[in-house]
Nanobody
């Protein structure tokens, strides 16, 4: 059964770092555009970062630009989100997502991360809490 599994969340102090993992089983991640989203309590899910399947280009929301790095490890069929200089406002549940049935809807490019509503394949999420 194809699925995405996130891991790596936890409690970290402001200014700290975490690396989230998005591991796929049942399909090859490198064939798909992969996005990371987050959802803070009481807020809508928002796009954080995306990596393109075509050339590995990466894109970030303004709020995380320069602090987060998305990368892909094809050998391990995993996409990572390295998060540095974390702030309390980064707190939330982080999800990775794509769309295997209609891969094109998951495309990302400059100033565009696909809205969460168009993607069908999601992990269960991993909680990140940034607090002193």
């Amino acid at each position: 059964q194809a699925q995405l599994v996130e891991s790596g969340g936890g409690l970290v102090q402001p200014g700290g770092s975490l690396r989230l993992s998005c591991a796929a089983s049942g399909f090859s991640l490198n064939s798909y555009h992969i996005s990371w989203f987050r959802q803070a309590p009481g807020k809508q899910r928002e796009g954080v970062s995306c990596i393109s399947s075509s050339d590995g280009s990466t894109y970030y929301a303004d709020s995380v630009e320069g602090r987060f790095t998305i990368s892909r490890d094809n050998d391990n069929n995993t996409v990572y989100l390295q998060m540095n200089s974390l702030k309390p406002e980064d707190t939330g549940v982080y999800y990775c997502a794509t769309d295997r049935r209609v891969p094109g809807v998951a495309v990302c490019y400059r100033n565009y991360i696909p809205p969460p509503g168009v993607l069908d394949d999601w992990g269960q999420g991993t909680l990140v809490t940034v607090s002193s």
